[in-house]
């Protein structure tokens, strides 16, 4: 099982950005997928959070900027980011939770796309 994390990049202050993650491998199902993100000199912090259920969550620092969405067909998620301010600057990582096909869930990581967000 792999995450592919993409579209991290130098952006502007107030400009936007798309990542995408997608799942790939020999798995059965998806249950939660979401961000995190990691500063330097920071701890890796929760972003945004996808149930397959459709519900999400936010942290307090980009609730109204980011949005976090899910194809469940092409099992990617992206997070939609706006307004986006130098605080932002961080490496952005996905992780999802994966059903395999003997019957156990397990936790992935994707590899980390950095944002920054500088003038």
């Known amino acids: 099982v792999q995450l592919q994390a993409s579209g991290g990049g130098l952006v502007q202050p107030g400009g936007s950005l798309t990542l995408s993650c997608a799942v790939s491998?020999?798995?059965?199902?998806?249950?939660?997928m979401d961000w995190y993100r990691q500063a330097p000199g920071n701890e890796r912090e929760l972003v945004a959070h996808?149930?397959?259920?459709?519900?999400?969550n936010y942290a307090d620092s980009v609730k109204g900027r980011f949005t976090i969405s899910r194809d469940d067909v092409k099992n990617t998620v992206y997070l939609i980011m706006n307004s986006l301010k130098p605080g932002d600057t961080a490496v952005y990582f996905c992780?999802?939770?994966?059903?395999?096909?003997?019957?156990?869930?397990?936790?992935?990581w994707g590899q980390g796309t950095l944002v920054t967000v500088s003038s």
């Open positions: 996808s149930s397959v259920g459709g519900s999400t």
């Open positions: 491998g020999n798995i059965f199902s998806i249950n939660r």
């Open positions: 992780n999802a939770e994966v059903g395999l096909f003997d019957n156990n869930w397990y936790d992935y």
